[in-house]
């Protein structure tokens, strides 16, 4: 068998991507037609932002309705009517909304914090500023005033239930958007009303599953002249920490600033010095049960906002947050201009060692209806060594179902010699709602790869992908959705050595559009990867029988019972020892459950637990049995008080953490707030308890 590698052949593809890169760079984006077009005006007397639409300023615009059907039965009209007024100032976005509701009295709405209502009677609104049909900002009401929106940022909201269904508005500052500078602006936009005791979303546009939801926008016409000025955010904290860790004490005050500065309306600077994590969440527990690195969910708003300019379209992490574990300072820049789209990021990271710097750019060009191409860059500069990481990534999408994308990562550090340290991906798929379903995927990861700035969860390994399968949908029903596919997988070494294979069916149900079921059996063979005394990773030559089943279900309501999910698996597979040297055959049952209540609607309790159980098939000797959990209470007294805490746990260590939270809001992004942790955690061979407590008080000031 011919093995899978040949340096010349991956430099001569490498290039050809370049090639095609270089070429396409300055083609010009195709544009669409749109279905409906809004005219917005502009007003002199802005509105009270209450939700009761009774100012002047609606009854002189005409509103526009017609809203249609995306599930259940998509394309349908939409079973109860909605009307939407928009207008304009120097300074907002203004909208109003009448939801119509045959019967209010079944309106479902939580009182929630911002963001965190599911499953709500609510109103949407989606606007693509650029008009590019492939970046958007969305922000969300329901009936009771919650907000959420997909980037953080300041707006105004009121809401009122009606003996005729329900009303709401919203104020937009045009300092929380980012746009072109044009002088005439052409916005996409559009308005999305979910009916909770209908299970029902409506889109005003119609909106076909098979295509890209932002190429079926309206267009929103007459917003001109706008000036937003330079948005500038200054976000202090300042608070006391009490610590008390194995006996040692902490008493500390705290200060730190975060900055927001709007240099143009498409480019924003982002600023952190000393920043406060005090209100995040701690890390779940997870059992290590390979020698690969977990992956932790980055959770610091610093981080998570404007996240989308730093990603690859493969998923592949060549940068990890995760890495800059206690920034001292870090600035970032992103923004989006004529089709391009970029983001630059620096921090300087304190570490027991001094400390290290990161420095990360991205940039990614629009072409045709919905493709791009991009190159990153991440590096990292440690005290003794230095690593870096060039990409070059394309998406290609044709006739709105087909989508070809990949990526060629390329690893320079400073202490290996560079060489086989490269990581490649190629993927073909056929993706509609209905019908034929297909896929091939190819990824390469060298064995000397090692992105120091990014996530990697294995090296040396390439495998093959192939997926074949079938999908119905019905709009009427209990099954909204059926679909099965057939996985066959060749794995290899990077030097093109077979380490294993594996052929696997699965089916999909949905039901209601609310119940989700999935199982699968598999069955193939495997080598596993092993740490040699040197604690580098080797194939162990030798094959191991994999097989097994598993079911994943989910069933999402709102009501008293939230949401209830079970997943459980069992597998024939290789067991690793403790040291992770050596694997022996045997098997695993895993079991995972939550459950999530709503017994009043500004009070949530959520319960989790997952099991793992790992036996020899020799002896039947029990070698692992591990449980995690988690409990979770939120109280929302008023829409600015609330009370949240969460308790988080594993049995084979008794290792716990339990998090207190009490906060009240000022006003859009000011808080007090009490924040209590304590804990009981392994780390090497000891087991640190303590706990800390934190008086925090953050304001907003926006220039």
């Not at 269904?165 to 916005?187: C, D, H, T």
């Not at 500390?252 to 975060?258: E, R, Y």
Request: charged letters at 25%.
């Amino acid at each position: 068998m011919k093995r899978l590698t040949c340096a010349s052949g991956q430099n001569l593809l490498l290039l050809i991507f370049l090639f095609i890169f270089l070429l396409v760079w300055t083609w010009p984006l195709f544009s669409q037609d749109r279905s409906k077009i809004l005219e917005i005006k502009k007003i002199d007397n802005p509105p009270k932002i209450d939700g009761l639409l009774e100012d002047a300023c609606w009854t002189a615009i005409q509103p526009v309705s017609g809203f249609v059907q995306y599930n259940p039965v998509n394309g349908a009209p939409a079973s109860e009517e909605t009307y939407v007024w928009a207008a304009y100032d120097d300074r907002y976005l203004y909208f109003a909304f009448l939801m119509k509701d045959s019967q209010p009295e079944k309106i479902w709405a939580e009182l929630t914090p911002r963001n965190e209502f599911e499953n709500n009677d609510s109103i949407q609104i989606i606007l693509d500023t650029y008009n590019d049909k492939r970046t958007s900002i969305s922000f969300t009401v329901n009936p009771r005033g919650i907000q959420k929106n997909s980037v953080e940022t300041i707006w105004k909201s009121g809401a009122r239930i009606r003996d005729d269904g329900w009303s709401a508005e919203m104020a937009i500052p045009f300092k929380s958007l980012r746009f072109s500078s044009a002088r005439e602006q052409v916005w996409g936009v559009n308005f999305v009303r979910y009916i909770y005791r209908l299970n029902e979303t409506d889109y005003w546009t119609e909106v076909k599953r098979d295509l890209p939801k932002l190429h079926q926008m309206a267009e929103l016409r007459g917003l001109s002249g706008l000036k937003p000025g330079h948005n500038l955010e200054i976000f202090p904290y300042a608070g006391v920490r009490s610590s008390r860790w194995e006996g040692e004490k902490d008493d500390k005050l705290a200060a730190g600033v975060d900055v927001k500065y709007g240099l143009k309306p498409n480019l924003y600077l982002d600023v952190t010095a000393s920043p406060d994590f005090s209100q995040v969440e701690s890390d779940p527990f997870l059992y290590q049960l390979s020698p690969y690195e977990n992956y932790l969910r980055e959770n610091r708003p610093f981080f998570t906002e404007g996240s989308q300019y730093f990603s690859l379209v493969t998923g592949t992490r060549i940068f990890y947050s995760r890495r800059i574990r206690d920034p001292r300072l870090a600035a970032k820049i992103s923004g989006k201009t004529g089709g391009y789209s970029f983001g630059i990021l620096g921090a300087l990271n304190k570490t027991d060692y001094g400390s290290s710097k990161f420095g990360v750019f991205r940039l990614k060009r629009d072409l045709f209806k919905n493709s791009q191409v991009g190159i990153y860059y991440t590096g990292v500069d440690e005290l003794e060594s230095t690593s870096q990481n060039l990409a070059f990534d394309y998406s290609f999408n044709f006739k709105d179902i087909y989508y070809l994308r990949g990526a060629s990562i390329i690893c320079f550090d400073s202490a290996t010699d560079n060489s086989r340290n490269g990581l490649h991906q190629i993927e073909f798929q056929r993706e509609p709602d209905a019908g034929l379903q297909l896929s091939v995927d190819f990824e390469r990861i060298e064995d000397k790869a090692n992105l120091r700035a990014g996530y990697l969860g294995q090296i040396d390994f390439q495998s093959l992908e192939t997926m074949l399968g079938y999908a119905w949908r019905y709009n009427r029903g209990a099954v909204q959705r059926l679909s099965w596919d057939i996985t066959g997988t060749l794995n290899w070494d990077s030097y093109g050595r077979p380490v294993g294979q594996e052929l696997e069916f699965m089916m999909f149900w949905n039901f209601f559009n609310r119940i989700h079921l999935h199982y699968g059996i598999f069955t193939g063979r495997s080598q596993y990867q092993v740490l040699t005394p040197e604690n580098e990773l080797v194939w162990n030559g030798e094959y191991l029988k994999r097989s097994g089943a598993h079911f994943d279900f989910d069933w999402e309501r709102g009501g008293f019972l939230k949401e209830i999910s079970l997943e459980g698996s069992w597998q024939k597979r290789g067991i690793y020892n403790e040291e992770f040297t050596a694997v022996l055959p045997g098997n695993q049952l895993s079991l995972e459950g939550n459950l999530s209540l709503k017994p009043r609607s500004n009070i949530e309790l959520s319960f989790g637990a997952d099991y793992i159980q790992q036996r020899l098939s020799a002896t039947g000797e029990k070698v692992f049995d591990g449980l995690t959990y988690e409990a979770a209470l939120h109280y929302q007294l008023t829409q600015k008080l609330f009370i949240s805490t969460i308790l988080l746990g594993e049995t084979r260590e008794s290792q716990y953490s339990f998090d207190f939270l009490a906060g009240y809001y000022l006003g859009a992004g000011s808080i007090i707030q009490f924040s209590f942790k304590k804990s009981q955690r392994r780390e090497f061979l000891e087991t640190e308890k303590g706990h800390s407590s934190t008086l925090k008080v953050s304001y907003l000031f926006r220039i």
